[in-house]
């Protein structure tokens, strides 16, 4: 009764539990069918133990009447509607009917909402990761066993099923993985690739066998193909595409047009209208909390459910709003949904009622968070709200992140019960109903001039007004177009979101200059190598987010000193700047996947105060020790002792020496901490997570900082820790009280995880864990010695325990009576593990006690038992007593069961006399058994009815003493069909032992559902008799695969065979030799292991290997199949094929020498080499034939010189872009049987043959049966050999030379090829092939075509042509006058450059038709002009004259000279217009004297963020030099703190057209001056005011330069032009705003400040009648970063 009692109990609370909260579909109409379908599970297994107990406890009493359909699914929340009960019958019926294979639903927006069946949580970020995630899922083999429902929800459009990885029918199909078709270079179409997992093939005679990814073993799937049968004669092809009979998809859509074109039938369709008036009523009523009996409230209901429009969710949004609210309140918002004054834009009655939700919510703070919500996009973070919120400062009085997330939550609890918010599929998520979204950003967007787009294509920025008007503009995933516009005028924008794949798209500098009030800054997946330098002017911002961005220099954002959220997560930066720890108020900085950063500077970290979370996962990790932090470049973790506020915490600590004592880790709430150089990424998803792996070198109880986390840690991974030898006693006496998953490996002391020898106090141990792993722990005794309290372990679900040799039990039997949870074991390679469980019983046991005789292991769900020689039993009773408790009988049958012990020796799995007197494994599902060589049976003959009853998988594997799988004594044991796979079992007869007898009883059937018989030389019977007359049912057999039982002399008896005995088989193979085979994921893992028989593979003559996640190849795994020719590698992670020196082949492996004729390597991404050097050549090797590597990106050299290929005759490599050369010439020797040589699309390589290094000797190579050489797409190619090597090539008839630019000779030393005719280049025609006997100079003279025809033209992208560096050479045979034509060129990231000079000199004279040059990003350029090495006589015959109009030199970190010699007369620039010059931080000066001498037409000169000392560099020659600037409109100088003077020796400057002067950061600089003081502390001014100001038209000034201005002795009206005037830098705050200076600007139009410490700008009193009238043109005022700016105007 206790059992009964508690399942009581669990059924009382079941009606309670949360899942029935949201089971309604808008509060309770078509249900959510995944909560729904979650708590049917529930119910399903109440139901189970229902009958269990019924069977055991009390017999068959009575019984209930069967639940409905409806009742399967109804919640506590769940109103049953006629209108809903009609569509539910029928969509059941359609799930029910097995021709019916696709259902639709289809009715307005607002119906319904069908959810995700599946559960599945998509990290991958493509739409073909998803795909090929959710093909897995479908086709995977654990789920092939279940009844699939997909459901697609609010569909728009047709959807190719397909591209989701949902295979159709019966077709086979290609799995989107994201890959291109394999490209086979040798022109022949590639392999079909069907179901994405490459098509199964089974054949015989030629036996072809493929194992579909996802199964275990070899197993065959049984998908929907027609039944075929095949005698193992002819061959068969089998698709592993979804199994139709169990896949049924389920969409929803307010189109039944979409439904249609999706071949849903009119049958099998059902739409979904609003609901009836009475319904609409009933709903609302229950929603709103009204008594039925309530006749004031009801009427207003039913009034208030009729505005609704029967729409669910506009029903529970109007009727949460006016739960509890006064009469008054209904009557009023009735009426404001009948005359909103938004119902030209909301044009349904839920769009209304939503916006009457929004109306009634309680605060302001609470609709900012729903509108908020509305434009995050689906199923945003949590966290990423909060940041919102404080960013936006949402919640008054909110100050950390801790108080956000606390208003967060509370805001997404109401909303939700409100219905304007909805759980999504995770607790860290939240979601919107799309109708809901809709209306709350029509809200934002007339309320709150919110302009958002979001995955659409933006037609047109709105106009000028709507744009100043903005307080957000979000562009989510949206495509903006080419460019943005240079700037926005913002002065209200808050928020700004703009997220683009777009490589090209920039953001102009400028851009944020409009936008000083913006607090949120969202930018993802853009180039900003050149971050905006306008970024500063948003000296407001608090929130900053640079996602998945291309960073460079970020230093301007020190300057943002408001900002406390800062995330760079993804993003590609190399180092972060000094200037960050400039924010002084940052609380989260989120640094994670920055997998590229490696600097952080010294006592950057340790600045941030405020600093509350840290992220730094799969980011930086190379810290410096403390002592060392003034030596080096890094910081040091002793900073993060400074962060006093830390709560949060993702870092990886790789050396623990730079870990300090006295960290404050303890102190932290969250915090994944990897300590360790081994971990690749943390596995953990969960917070408070710890990760340590020493290596040995270092003890863990030095770590005192790291030892305090053990206290509050939840997942803890522990690998090779010195110096432990228990884990609870000498880690953490508490016993890990908040562990819940624990992994300890790699250590050879540690002896138990838990002992009480040394223990006085028992306490709660383990209490919360529910998974422990425990791996190559090799001195390990016990999990657990001595006592401990009931609640330990007590919640633990999985264990596996691995490579453990001393460990001889798993459990204790007091230990298992606690393991009530336990749902997974997991025990592998325990070299002296004896028994699981230990049975423990005292002699004086009284009479009572009941508890050996309970469920032993309740939940066990899987249980594997893999490579464990010792095992004797699982479950044991050594002590096992004629005990008082024990019946006569029971008695005298263990007395005869120890006799019959003494004479047998067999050693079964599950003790007979333990399991007497238990019931084991109730509800296990799955046991696999393997590679367990003691092992002679697997069942007990002795136990309980309900003990295996629920067994739905048996996997046998290797167990090579058992000779019967089921014995008779199992029948009537299985309840379920069974899928069975048995393998490699040497001394296996037979499977099932009949016993007609006991196959009557009433139960009496093991239901058969798959069989795989694999390797069992043995076997003779599946059946030892004929079935005739038995219950044994065949009814759910689908397949059978027999491969390898030579013995077996038949499958079936002819009772089972006959009709209709097999109604559901779909697939019989018999592969007696298997000769190919075909295998991936985990089969191929299980095909390379070294424990089946010698002979499976001997006939093997092919294999193919896919997707295999193992970096090494078992290469002693060829040494097993003798016949082997053929290998394909395809799709794997291996890095190393063939080890080097000689090889250790295990002797046990031996069989015979394969000689391998075929090797085909395909899409191998991390294989980086076939054979190291040094590589032994081996028999595997040694007769290859045929060779093709494709794809394999990480490869570096094909194979090592000491490699030989005597009889390879076929060689093609494609795509391995890491290759610099193909072969060394000692291997190229040994190709003297090679035919055919195909090399293609390997971007890197330069030479086919290399010679080796040191050897001067004038080598000859004959390739003897060379005939056809093809060579295509090198790019870099520059020659088949460069070195002095004699080629021959005697019988080459094909050379085919494509793609490959850089190519200018065909070797360097002699060339033989007497039977080559034609020569295929590009630059032949067909009729112009004959190449004349000159290689060489046929491929010398097309490669000067190419440059010729590329230099032709006027304009050049010089990053297009990485192979025009050759005319950089100075020896390169460059035609007279090759560049004359050119006007453009554009050098961008041109790091092929092969020297430091852009241009040298013998192109630099060619280039006097150059008109526009611009280079950017150019990281080797220190010089753009080569003036040294121009012969002065040669350029006077040229012309010395140059027609550059526009030089543009950005982001050049290393240019020193734009000129490297004063050019004097021998180069003339007298038509440059335009000079723009950005972040060139090593550029001196600019011009040389001569050049800025002669620059009559120069218009615009800007120069920014650079190093100039000077703009005109000395000129030791000339004394008082004068500088004429006749037409210089446009003067621009920012960011130049080294700037001091335009020249530093005595000169005149003369710019009388000067209209623009726009100087900031140039703090050395003297910029004005009078006539009567041109010098300033020795240093002549930049300009004369007298002489400039006169024609300005616009000026920004600082403090220093207005006061100068304000004080001299100036004219009155010399400011009477300017327009527009900028005030900067008055930074004082005893700074007052210089009011008295527009009294000198009386046409001023724009007036600008920015950056001022002014606390009130116009007093009333000046703006008098005649101010007002003297500047009656002023139209435009901007103000930028005026912190302390209290009021523009004060008075009256």
Not at 973 to 1002: A, M, W, Y
Request: contains cysteine; hydrophobic residues 35%; glycine residues 4%.
């Amino acid at each position: 009764m206790k059992n009964t009692n508690k399942l009581i109990k669990a059924a009382d609370e079941f009606p309670e539990h949360k899942g029935h909260l949201r089971t309604g579909c808008s509060s309770g109409f078509i249900p959510f069918l995944w909560h729904r379908h979650q708590l049917n599970r529930k119910a399903k297994g109440r139901a189970e133990e229902v009958v269990n107990i019924q069977n055991k406890e009390l017999g068959n009493v009575s019984h209930q009447k069967p639940l409905s359909e409806n009742a399967k699914f109804r919640s506590t929340s769940y109103e049953e509607l006629d209108s809903r009960n009609r569509t539910m019958n029928g969509i059941m019926e359609a799930l029910k009917d097995p021709n019916v294979k696709m259902i639709g639903v289809y009715g307005p927006g607002g119906v319904e909402q069908l959810a995700d069946m599946l559960v599945l949580n998509f990290d991958e970020e493509s739409v073909t990761g998803r795909a090929a995630r959710l093909f897995q899922r479908l086709t995977g083999n654990k789920d092939n066993k279940k009844n699939v429902l997909v459901i697609l929800d609010d569909l728009w459009a047709v959807l190719d099923l397909r591209d989701l990885g949902i295979p159709s029918g019966n077709e086979p199909m290609e799995i989107p993985s994201g890959k291109k078709t394999k490209e086979i270079p040798s022109g022949k179409k590639p392999k079909e690739n069907h179901s994405g997992n490459k098509p199964m093939e089974i054949h015989s005679g030629n036996e072809t066998m493929e194992i579909p990814s996802g199964t275990e073993t070899m197993e065959i799937p049984s998908g929907n193909e027609p039944r075929e049968f095949h005698s193992g004669n002819e061959p068969k092809e089998i698709h592993s595409g979804i199994e139709w009979m169990r896949c049924k998809i389920l969409l929803s859509s307010r189109n039944k047009d979409v439904l249609s074109k999706m071949d849903v039938k009119d049958k099998s369709d059902f739409e979904l209208e609003g609901l009836k008036e009475i319904e609409a009523e009933k709903l609302f009523q229950k929603v709103a909390g009204i008594d039925e009996n309530d006749k004031t409230y009801g009427e207003l209901a039913a009034d208030a459910a009729k505005k609704c429009g029967g729409l669910p969710v506009a029903i529970v949004a109007v009727a949460s709003a006016l739960k509890n609210k006064s009469l008054p309140q209904w009557k009023a918002a009735l009426e404001q949904i009948e005359r909103n004054n938004y119902s030209r834009d909301l044009i349904d009655a839920a769009d209304r009622s939503i916006k009457l939700g929004y109306d009634y919510l309680e605060s302001e703070e609470l609709k900012s968070i729903f509108l908020l919500c509305s434009r995050m996009g689906h199923d945003p973070l949590i966290k990423d709200l909060v940041n919102y919120s404080l960013g936006l400062s949402l919640f008054q009085g909110v100050y950390s992140i801790k108080e956000a997330e606390h208003k967060v939550d509370e805001s997404i609890t109401k909303l939700i019960d409100l219905g304007l918010l909805e759980d999504s599929y995770s607790s860290d998520r939240f979601t919107m109903h799309d109708i809901v979204r809709h209306v709350a950003m029509l809200i934002a967007s007339k309320d709150h001039q919110v302009f958002a787009l979001s995955n659409r294509k933006l037609s047109g920025w709105p106009d000028k007004d709507e744009i100043r008007n903005c307080t957000a503009i979000s562009l989510h995933n949206s495509d903006i177009g080419d460019e943005l516009p240079e700037g926005f005028d913002c002065p209200r924008l808050k928020v700004l979101h703009l997220d683009s794949n777009d490589p090209y798209l920039r953001i102009p500098d400028k851009f944020f200059e409009g936008m000083g009030e913006m607090k949120v800054l969202v930018l993802t997946g853009l180039d900003l190598t050149s971050l905006p330098s306008s970024i500063k002017f948003l000296t407001s911002l608090r929130m900053l987010r640079l996602e998945r961005c291309e960073l460079g220099d970020i230093s301007v954002i020190g300057n943002l000193k408001n900002v406390r959220i800062l995330n760079l997560s993804g993003s590609r930066i190399k180092e972060l700047p000094r200037e960050m720890g400039q924010l002084g108020q940052l609380q989260l900085l989120d640094l994670s996947n920055c997998s590229r950063l490696e600097v952080i500077p010294p006592n950057v970290i340790s600045r941030f105060k405020y600093l509350q979370e840290l992220y730094l996962d799969n980011s930086f990790r190379q810290w410096e020790a403390k002592e060392q932090a003034s030596k080096t470049r890094n910081a040091s973790i002793a900073e993060l002792r400074d962060l006093h506020q830390l709560r949060a915490l993702n870092i990886q600590i790789s050396d623990t020496t730079t870990l300090p004592g006295n960290l404050f880790f303890d102190k932290l709430e969250r915090y994944k901490i990897l300590v360790g150089h081994r971990w690749r990424r943390s596995d953990a998803s969960e917070t408070r997570t710890l990760m340590i792996d020493l290596h040995g070198s270092t003890d863990v109880h030095l770590l005192n900082g790291i030892k305090k986390l053990f206290k509050q840690v939840a997942h803890l991974f522990l690998r090779e820790l010195n110096g432990i030898l228990n884990v609870v006693n000498e880690l953490n006496w508490k016993a890990f009280p908040h562990l819940k998953y624990m992994d300890v490996g790699n250590n050879d002391e540690i002896q138990y995880i838990l002992s009480s020898k040394e223990r006085k106090d028992l306490q709660n141990s383990f209490p919360e864990l529910e998974e422990l792993y425990l791996e190559n722990l090799i001195k390990l005794e016990a999990i657990c010695y001595g006592l401990y309290t009931e609640k330990s372990f007590s919640r633990l679900k999985r264990i596996r325990v691995e490579k453990c040799d001393q460990l001889k039990k798993l459990f204790s039997c007091s230990m298992v009576e606690h393991l009530t949870q336990l749902e997974a074991i997991d025990v592998s390679k325990c070299m002296f593990l004896e028994e699981s469980v230990l049975l423990e019983e005292k002699e004086n046991s009284s009479d009572n006690d009941e508890a050996d005789k309970s469920i032993k292991f309740p939940q066990l769900r899987e249980l594997k038992l893999q490579c464990l020689p010792a095992l004797g039993d699982f479950y044991n009773n050594r002590k096992t007593s004629t005990s008082s408790r024990l019946t006569e009988n029971q008695k005298t049958e263990i007395l005869q069961m120890n006799a019959e012990d003494e004479k047998d020796s067999s050693v079964p799995l599950f003790d007979n006399k333990a399991c007497m007197q238990v019931t084991i494994f109730p509800n296990l599902k799955e046991i696999s058994v393997e590679f367990n060589s003691n092992l002679t049976r697997i069942w007990p003959n002795k136990c309980s009815p309900e003990s295996f009853g629920q067994l739905q998988s048996c996997i046998v594997q290797f167990c090579e003493k058992i000779d019967t799988i089921f014995p008779s004594y199992m029948s009537g044991k299985f309840h379920t069909p069974i899928e069975l796979r048995i393998s490699g079992c040497n001394s296996l007869k037979k499977i099932f032992d009949v016993d007609i007898e006991q196959t009557h009883h009433p139960v009496a059937k093991i239901r058969l559902r798959d069989i795989c018989l694999i390797d069992l030389s043995q076997l003779e019977h599946i059946w030892n008799k004929d079935l005739q007359g038995t219950d044994l049912d065949f009814r759910n057999l689908r397949s059978v695969t027999v491969v390898s039982c030579n013995c077996l002399g038949n499958i079936f008896p002819l009772s089972v065979a006959k009709p209709p005995g097999l109604v559901q088989l779909e697939h019989l193979d018999v592969i007696p030799k298997l000769e190919k085979l075909i295998v991936r994921d985990k089969n191929a893992k299980w095909i390379m292991r070294d424990n089946y028989s010698m002979g499976l593979f001997c006939n093997l003559k092919s294999i193919e290997i896919y997707e295999v996640d193992e970096e090494e190849f078992p290469y002693w795994f060829l040494h097993r199949t003798p016949n082997l020719e053929r290998l394909n590698l395809s799709d794997s992670s291996f890095k190393v094929l063939f080890p080097s020196g000689s090889v250790a082949v295990p002797e046990i492996h031996t069989l015979t020498v394969v000689q391998l004729r075929r090797l085909r390597l395909l899409s191998l991404p991390n294989l980086e080499y076939i054979c190291k050097e040094g590589f032994q050549l081996d028999p595997v090797l040694q007769m290859l034939e045929y060779l093709e590597v494709v794809r394999c990106s990480s490869l570096t050299n094909l194979v090592p010189s000491s490699v030989s290929f005597n009889h390879l005759t076929f060689l093609t490599v494609f795509n391995c872009n890491r290759l610099t050369y193909l072969i060394a010439s000692s291997t190229a020797k040994s190709l003297a049987q090679l035919i055919t040589m195909r090399i293609s699309f390997c971007q890197v390589i330069e030479q086919i043959v290399l010679k080796e290094e040191g050897d001067e000797r004038e080598d000859e190579i004959v390739f003897r049966q060379l005939r056809t050489l093809e060579i295509i797409y090198l790019i870099n190619l520059g020659s088949f050999s460069a070195s002095n090597i004699v080629l021959k090539f005697p019988l080459l008839e094909e050379l085919v030379i494509e793609g490959c630019p850089s190519m200018q000779i065909f070797s360097g030393g002699v060339l033989s090829m007497p039977k080559l005719q034609q020569v295929h280049l590009p630059s032949l025609s067909t009729d112009k092939r004959d190449w004349g006997g000159d290689l060489n100079g046929t491929i010398q003279k097309s490669f000067i075509d190419k440059v010729i025809k590329v230099c032709d033209e006027e304009e050049l992208q010089l990053s297009y042509y990485p192979w025009l560096k050759e005319i950089w050479q100075p020896k390169f045979p460059l035609p007279d006058k090759l560049l004359c034509n050119l006007k453009s060129l554009v050098v961008y990231k041109c790091e092929f450059l092969p020297n430091s000079i852009l241009l040298p000199s013998h192109l630099l004279i060619s280039l006097n038709n150059l008109e526009k040059l611009e280079v950017r990003n150019c990281n080797s350029v220190e010089v753009i002009f080569d003036v040294k090495g121009i012969n002065e006589v040669e350029m006077r015959n040229e012309g010395p004259a140059f027609r550059l109009k526009t030089l543009t030199l950005d982001q050049l970190p290393n240019l020193e000279h734009v000129w490297n010699k004063d050019p004097q007369e021998t180069l003339i620039f007298e038509i440059l217009q335009e000079v723009n010059v950005n972040k060139c931080e090593r550029l001196k000066n600019l011009f040389p004297a001569s050049v800025a001498r002669n620059l009559p037409q120069l218009e615009k000169l800007e120069v920014k963020d650079s190093g100039l000392q000077q703009i005109v560099s000395k000129d030791d020659a000339t004394d008082n030099i004068k500088f004429v600037f006749h037409h210089l409109t446009t003067l621009i100088l920012w960011n130049l703190p080294k700037l001091e003077n335009f020249y530093p020796g005595s000169h005149t400057l003369e710019w009388l057209m000067l209209k623009e002067i726009d100087v900031y950061g140039c703090d050395e600089l003297v910029m004005f001056s009078s006539k009567s003081q041109s010098y300033n502390n020795g240093r002549r001014s930049l300009v004369s005011a007298e002489q400039v100001f006169s024609n300005l038209e616009k000026l920004s000034l600082d403090k220093k330069e207005t006061n100068m201005i304000l004080h001299g002795q100036f004219e009155p009206n010399l400011l009477h032009k300017l327009k527009s005037l900028k005030f900067h830098c008055f930074l004082a705050e005893s700074d007052c705003f210089p009011i008295g200076f527009l009294q000198k600007v009386p046409n001023l139009e724009i007036l600008s400040v920015s950056d001022c410490s002014f606390e009130e700008l116009f007093p009333s009193a000046v703006l008098d009648v005649d101010f007002v009238g003297k500047h009656a043109k002023f139209r435009r005022l901007e103000l930028n970063s005026l912190r302390k700016l209290k009021s523009i105007v004060t008075g009256n």
